[in-house]
């Protein structure tokens, strides 16, 4: 990967650290990037992107396979209009995410509508489009989508997603395959829904959808899963009910924490897909979201000052938690390095944002080569729900963003300005009765 390389973490106090690896990205010196742009800043590496593309396509050779970008993990359109040029489609889960791939080159037949809050309108405005399929989470959706096909006399391609109630061993709040999660039905209730399938004059119920969760650092839960799906698959063939496409869904983990993660390597992955799937002849679909684009981004960000406490001393700087939002929602950690290249003697700093919240934490007790007002530091793997999650909270701009490839960058969201923040806000002047 064209992501910059960590240094394995210093015992003592007193010991220094140097690493002229983290000054440069994809080829491009940060420190004169953040000179010229400004901080905060996200930026993406497509050398990084086009990697993990490649690496994954690499992987599902011999397959019919597709593969569909989740945009919720980074909707830039920079970003989607990179994987559209690599053949990848896109995996929405709302109308706005749909006009993005379209917008990016991504064509209609290479776009799944995933999410189990899909409403009628964004169910009418993806059948207009013809989008290659829906997974459908619930009865009402199933009926939704029934109707409003009726109604534009069309047929939809639909896919059940199976919840096969699988621990995928991640975050509580990123695990989506388990029976408690709102995600899905249970194969009891799919079975039912193929036994009634005749009823669907304009709906062609013929696939089978599973995503377990995000983050998985283990091939395991996916294989339990698969062989879930793939049992249900065959039920259903004995029965009469042809299944032409199986969606597995994303959730492939990738490096947060240098030394402790160890992410499964695209060949493991699908090496369980083929094997929990073998004699599948339909169409497989693939969700990558995070695996593409999480390490091939980086956040840029200054410090404003150093904040002694009477326990511990506070490293603010000018990002915060409406830049990144996952320390503050997962109590996620991401490496954070300086971009410096000076030797310099360890400090244990709290690395927090300046915005009003105790929660504005990126990292508790971490240790780093001593900083001060003005250093710049590099958050790492941040190129997946970092912007896509970004927020105005304390009317604070949107941070901008560029992609960097072997030594340029290109400015893909120019940093937000205070009328662009407002621009749809104006006072109480016409007032009227409903």
Wanted: one cysteine or more.
């Amino acid at each position: 990967m064209s992501t910059p390389t960590t240094s394995r973490p210093t015992t003592t106090a007193s010991a220094t650290q140097a690493d002229d690896a983290h000054r440069h990205f994809d080829g491009v010196d940060l420190q004169a990037l953040a000179q010229r742009i400004g901080t905060p800043l996200h930026a993406y590496s497509a050398s990084a992107i086009h990697q993990r593309i490649g690496e994954l396509q690499a992987a599902l050779t011999g397959l019919d396979a597709t593969i569909c970008f989740a945009v919720k993990a980074n909707p830039n359109l920079a970003i989607l209009q990179l994987m559209a040029n690599a053949g990848v489609g896109a995996d929405i889960v709302s109308v706005g995410e749909l006009r993005r791939a379209l917008n990016a080159g991504m064509p209609a037949e290479r776009i799944v509508f995933s999410g189990v809050g899909k409403s009628t309108d964004e169910i009418a405005g993806a059948l207009s489009v013809g989008i290659m399929r829906f997974n459908v989470e619930s009865l009402d959706e199933l009926h939704t989508l029934q109707r409003v096909a009726q109604a534009q006399e069309v047929t939809a391609r639909a896919a059940v997603r199976i919840n096969p109630d699988v621990d995928a061993q991640t975050h509580a709040k990123i695990s989506t395959g388990k029976s408690e999660n709102k995600f899905g039905v249970s194969i009891d209730e799919a079975r039912r829904w193929f036994a009634e399938r005749s009823q669907l004059t304009h709906v062609q119920l013929d696939g089978l959808h599973v995503h377990i969760g995000s983050q998985i650092l283990s091939v395991e839960p996916f294989r339990l899963a698969l062989q879930r799906v793939a049992a249900f698959w065959r039920e259903l063939e004995q029965a009469g009910h042809p299944v032409n496409s199986i969606d597995v869904g994303g959730g492939l983990g990738v490096c947060y924490r240098a030394g402790v993660d160890q992410p499964v390597a695209a060949a493991d992955y699908v090496g369980a897909i083929r094997e929990a799937l073998a004699g599948f002849r339909g169409r497989l679909l693939l969700e990558p979201g995070r695996y593409l684009v999480a390490e091939a981004g980086v956040l840029l960000t200054r410090v404003i000052r150093v904040k002694p406490g009477i326990e511990r001393t506070f490293l603010v700087l000018d990002a915060a938690m409406n830049d990144l939002q996952r320390p503050s929602l997962y109590d996620a950690w991401h490496d954070i390095v300086p971009v410096a290249d000076e030797r310099r003697p360890l400090a244990t700093y709290d690395i927090v944002g300046p915005v009003c919240e105790t929660g504005d934490t990126f990292a508790r007790a971490r240790e780093l080569p001593e900083c001060a007002a003005g250093d710049l530091l590099l958050i790492k793997a941040t190129g997946a729900y970092g912007t896509s999650m970004a927020s105005t909270y304390n009317s604070r701009p949107l941070a901008a963003e560029v992609l960097l490839q072997r030594g340029r960058y290109a400015v893909v969201r120019r940093r937000q300005h205070f009328e662009d923040m407002i621009a749809g806000e104006q006072p109480a002047r016409n007032w009227e009765t409903p």
